[in-house]
C-alpha cells in the first residue's frame, strides 16, 4: 500500500494518538549508517514515512505497521570517499551494531545508542529522561530483546557501547579538542 511520506512532522504529531504511543513503525530522519565503499560511518536523512494513514471506512487513522529491515530510502554521502547513497538495506548497513548471543542488536544513530546503553546499564533516570523528549526512544527499547538486560550481558555489551560512542565524527570540530588547544597555548 502506498505511504503518503510527504507530510510535515506537525502535521502527524497533532493527530498522533495516544494509545498508539509505543506502537510506532517508522524510524528517525537520522540515520547512522556505514559506507559500503570504505566502511565509515556516514549521515543518513532518510525518508522518514508517515505512521498512520487515513482509513477511509471509518474516518479515523489507522498504524501502519511495517518490516524494521528492509530497503529505506534517503540521501547520504560519505565524507570519507564521497560515496553517495540514496538507499539503506536495513540493518545490514548500520553503523552501530552489537554483537548479543542470538543475534546482533543495532541502534539507528547516537541518541539510540544513547538510550540503549542507559537501559543496559540499568539508568533509568537517564533512560526516562531520554523518552520523554523523544517517543521514538521509548518504542525502540520496547522491541529490544530480552537478552539485552540480561546480567551476564551486561558488561560486554556496555564496553562495545562505550567503544562506538567513542568514535568521533569526521570532519566536525569537536569541543574537547578545543579546550585541548586553549589549554596548550594559554599562558
Ligand atoms: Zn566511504
Given at each position: 500500500?502506498?505511504?503518503?511520506?510527504h507530510?510535515?512532522?506537525?502535521?502527524?504529531?497533532?493527530?498522533?494518538?495516544?494509545?498508539?504511543?509505543?506502537?510506532?513503525?517508522?524510524?528517525?530522519?537520522?540515520?547512522?549508517?556505514?559506507?559500503?565503499?570504505?566502511?565509515?560511518?556516514?549521515?543518513?536523512?532518510?525518508?522518514?514515512?508517515?505512521?498512520?494513514?487515513?482509513?477511509?471506512?471509518?474516518?479515523g487513522?489507522?498504524?501502519?505497521?511495517?518490516?524494521?529491515?528492509?530497503?529505506?530510502?534517503?540521501?547520504?554521502?560519505?565524507?570519507?570517499?564521497?560515496?553517495?547513497?540514496?538507499?539503506?538495506?536495513?540493518?545490514?548497513?548500520?553503523?552501530?551494531?552489537?554483537?548479543?548471543?542470538?543475534?546482533?542488536?543495532?541502534?539507528?544513530?547516537?541518541?539510540?545508542?544513547?538510550?540503549?546503553?542507559?537501559?543496559?546499564?540499568?539508568d533509568?533516570?537517564?533512560?526516562?529522561?531520554?523518552?520523554?523528549?523523544?517517543?521514538?526512544?521509548h518504542?525502540?527499547?520496547s522491541?529490544?530483546?530480552?537478552?539485552?538486560?540480561?546480567?551476564?550481558?551486561?558488561m560486554?555489551?556496555?564496553?562495545?557501547?562505550?567503544?562506538?560512542?567513542?568514535?568521533?565524527?569526521?570532519?566536525?570540530?569537536?569541543?574537547?579538542?578545543?579546550?585541548?588547544?586553549?589549554?596548550?597555548?594559554?599562558?
Amino acid at each position: 500500500m502506498a505511504v503518503d511520506t510527504h507530510m510535515h512532522r506537525g502535521q502527524y504529531r497533532f493527530r498522533y494518538p495516544l494509545e498508539y504511543r509505543y506502537a510506532l513503525f517508522s524510524w528517525p530522519s537520522a540515520i547512522s549508517a556505514k559506507c559500503n565503499g570504505c566502511g565509515s560511518e556516514f549521515p543518513f536523512s532518510a525518508v522518514v514515512p508517515d505512521t498512520h494513514v487515513k482509513d477511509e471506512e471509518s474516518g479515523g487513522y489507522r498504524l501502519v505497521e511495517r518490516p524494521m529491515s528492509g530497503p529505506i530510502p534517503g540521501r547520504g554521502t560519505c565524507l570519507k570517499c564521497g560515496r553517495v547513497s540514496s538507499m539503506l538495506s536495513w540493518p545490514n548497513d548500520a553503523h552501530f551494531r552489537f554483537p548479543l548471543s542470538g543475534g546482533d542488536i543495532w541502534a539507528w544513530n547516537e541518541e539510540h545508542v544513547q538510550v540503549l546503553r542507559a537501559k543496559v546499564a540499568g539508568d533509568r533516570v537517564l533512560e526516562r529522561k531520554l523518552c520523554e523528549r523523544n517517543h521514538h526512544l521509548h518504542y525502540y527499547l520496547s522491541r529490544l530483546p530480552k537478552q539485552v538486560v540480561v546480567k551476564r550481558n551486561r558488561m560486554r555489551l556496555i564496553r562495545a557501547i562505550d567503544r562506538a560512542s567513542r568514535h568521533e565524527p569526521l570532519g566536525k570540530p569537536v569541543a574537547k579538542n578545543h579546550h585541548g588547544k586553549l589549554l596548550g597555548t594559554g599562558a
